[in-house]
DNA sequence: CTGAAAGCGCTAACAT
DNA sequence: ATGTTAGCGCTTTCAG
């Protein structure tokens, strides 16, 4: 025997009224309102239900009957497993399906083929809305979900959208900071990774025009820190170099340190705009044989647990609060009024890879 | 100006096709069928579209008619964010994500109260099919799915149900190895650390009558696939310590070892059935400032990065390939015949937390 | 290439 | 406490 786990939805709600000769509100009410029906009766529908493989209402009928889908959907600028994958975009996951685990409602991946401007996976989400993870200002994903008519909350990226609530950080605040302690150590000749700028695959040293025409507001605004921190100590910017990475992977960031090492060995250190890329450079250094921090300082961004744990200088930031922060101001809007945008306290954290620069400068620059 | 997205789903297939004066149907094809109407109609409905704020076919209505989701449902044992911080359950999902992503399928994360039996969340979830993950045999949420009408495949556990596809690995099989390395290492006085057997909150020792009434077949399996290799060396099982912990954490695996080895200072070796609690019981090890592995040999189960990072002995399996293999199962069934089981190979890893033991039992045990 | 008709399965007023 | 009446918004034969 078989049971029901092969007929094709045999009964429905009407079909198991008919059958016990009551109405469909009555057996409706027997699931969703059990106090609206004597009890001996409820127990008839739903003996009757069991006996005749009725699994109970139909979640999606009972979706567009409500106008309830029961879920939150999630859209980030990556393939989906990158979720997965990236331990600052788990942090975030875990805090949002806390969130969503109180409220009761469901967390809907939905699948981006990621440069791929196939909209339709946006489209089909039966959700009630959106969370955006850090997506590009001109990503044709999210434009999709601003056209569904349903509230959406904006993590990170993009910065101000009409209507859209947001939660994040203030990254060039953050990135000051940072600046100030390495300049404060004394380094001059300071090295960039950052993350990718723009839609393009693209690999390696970032001029100025690319990094101002960047569509990723984080990074432009990391980047902003560290140029009005280097600023303060007199460096120009312009003589920064800056190279990009398009993946964002330890690998990536190993490759990009050793590219940017190459190209300027006068750096005493490399500020990365996230950890994984400063993992990376950790990395290069370790294969390159460059004592870190005694010969090499290298500083990340995020706060991840394996960077901690590296002992990186770097930015913590409350990713799993971000997480639950943007599932909250998606599932308990009360007040629907106007957009409300939520910024989270970042940390400094100087861990031991951040030294003050071995001296060949002050031989040089001195008196 | 505000935009559509204020607007309470304003306009709907069948408003916009009364404006133009046309068919429902013929608005229908403007998003569906391209092929089937005329390239300057279908401008006109599109730009129509637009200009109504008309955001395309409703996806909850969409998939009442065509009986398609779009997507599955996950439904995991522990609370949601636990999919998001435990690293296998971590690994499967990149799996089952890359996998929906191939099939343009979303992956719903079904919300469910961790012992709380509030299973409407299941019913709630509005899929084409349900992934379930290592659940125990009578997890009522299980329950709800397995009355749902559609497909189901499950990873790990539990097993054999009827109609239902299963991958997993061969965790007696793969334990029994690791207990014929311990044994001959040498090992004799072995304690084992294991996860949850049961559905109550628990922590202790665990005997024989509960290890036996587990409701959870990979930890069974995993036991007795120790209890097999101790005998295969002439140990029994009834003089190992087995010891449970309820949480699967790396706190909960330090402390369960401390309780271990304060019960049965004899043991050499430790036996976990997760890499999880075995970095516990790294740790507590440190702690004690016992080395690892001249003094005590240490196993885990799994591969997790973490733990093979830690040179842990472990049993590595492929849990992406788990998720990936579970995704296909459940989305590209062609063969809807008769139930498959897929069984994927482990590797068993000898690291560096596994020596011969000290050998006290040697002296004694001797000639 | 376009339209008319017929529901998909359910819930929510509003009666009774 | 139970039934009647209307749809929710869409797709899909089947005719024209």
Redo the contacts with the bound molecule.
Sequence with gaps: MRGSRDVR?P???????AEL?????????A???P????AP??ARVLEAARRLG?P???P???S????RAGAVGLLLTEALSYAFRDPAATGFLEGLALACERAGSGLLLVPVSPELADVTAVHQAGVDGFVVYSVREDDPHFKAVLERPVPTVVCDQPLHVEGVDRVGIDDRAAMLDLARHLTGLGHRHIGVLCMRLGTGRYDGPADDARQNGATYPVQRNRLGGLRDGFAEAGIDWAGIPVHERFAHSVDAGQAAAAELLAAHPEITAIACTSDILALGALRHAAERGLAVPEDLTITGFDGVPEGLRSGLTTVRQPVLEKGRAAGELLLERGDRNRPRTVVLPTELIVGTTSAVPRSPERWFSGW
Tied chains: 1, 2.
Excluded: E, H, K
């Design positions: 939805r009964a429905t709600l009407a079909s198991l009224a000769g009551v109405s469909r509100t009555t057996v409706s009410n699931y969703n309102r106090d609206q029906l004597s009766l409820r009725y109970g209402p139909d999606v009928a009972r567009l009957r409500t106008r």
